[in-house]
């Protein structure tokens, strides 16, 4: 799936993005407001609904298509982040739900009429060791009764759903420390304010992340996607989609911050030649180019695996790093080729290397990628 191919997704996607320039984002960036007219169009046009079976009302694409339509967006100065939830949250329903559940919610979700794109898993006190999470949902009769704390539970306030991961068996009770976690859909709407708090986190970029805070919240029992207890196993299937279309997104941001560079190296004269012509200027760029193009590549690679059904674990984690290491290698690039000029909001630089800086930490942190390839592809003790 090189850049040449699927070519009318691309073109549909940047024609989109056109009709939202540089200004429509700084001027968000500005005001830390969501870009809902952006994800409004989004949605109308069915991008965000690629990956949902068109049996549901969906496109039925693959992950290669779907990453394909986040790198676009992303490669043409806007940010995925506001959305790519949308596209795949749903999955961990579509894999897992009941029939009833995916009748109910995956036509609305692909409609747009319904949003999912809040998943509530990180907790403040148990950080990347997800299996000692402590937010609880204890069985009363018809209804689970959730008691916690979540933190940056990104798009909570424009979501009408939350997929939230909560602890339904104490930690004391079970053996393997991989049980005990169960998947609940909480209806955000009936939610809010009675037993659920939602607190925004102002970030150094323009994220819609939150705080979110449970006080004996109920919901109905039938809220539980799949089995009680298998939790964390429904988390993990549904962990590779995402890091292969970060890693998209990154390649995407990647681009975008080699074309800025390359275009003001061309266009900037000092000394009486473009910058460009310097070698300390254009290999740098040149070294960033290279780097995506490689990462690319893995990302590439993992899509087609996850495409095909086969395992991609390896991959499409090896695509997230080194998409994520291309894209912040691309940004510190374009903010020197720039000099003063990428300090300055209008120039859109320092806002997209604000905003690409965050995949070194989410959805998972660099560390926590090499923990696994050490682990799980190199077979070294585990570390932690
Ligand atoms: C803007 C934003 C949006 C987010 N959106 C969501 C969301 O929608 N839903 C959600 O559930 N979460 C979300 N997150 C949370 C994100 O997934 C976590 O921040 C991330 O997984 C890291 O967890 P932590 O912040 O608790 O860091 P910690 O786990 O406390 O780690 C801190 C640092 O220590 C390192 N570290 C920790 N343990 C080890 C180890 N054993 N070996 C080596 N290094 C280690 C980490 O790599 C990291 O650099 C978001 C975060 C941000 C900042």
Redesign the pocket.
Known sequence: MPTYQHQDLRAGVRDLCKTFPDAYWRDLDTRREYPEAFVQALTRAGYLAALIPEEFGGSGLGVSEASVILEEINRAGANSGACH?QMYTMGTLLRHGSDEQKRKYLPAIASGELRLQ?????EPTT???TTQLKTTAVRKGDMYVIRGQ?I????AEHSDLLLLVVRTTPIAEITKRTDGLSILLVDLRQALGHGLTIRPIR?MMN?A?TELFFDDLEVPADALVGEEGKGFRYLIDGLNAERILIAAECVGDGRWFVDRATKYANDRVVFGRPIGQNQGVQFPIARAHVNIEAADLMRIRAAELFDRREPCGAEANMAKLLAADASWEAANVAVQTHGGFGFAEDYDIERKFRETR?YQ????????IL?YVAEHVLGLPR??
Do not use: C, E, M, Q
């Not at 940056?152 to 798009?155: E, L, N």
């Open positions: 939830a809040a998943f509530g898993v990180s950080g990347s060791d979540k940056w539970i990104s798009r970030t994220h992340t965050l930490v989410a959805p998972i942190s660099t560390n926590l923990t570390s932690y």
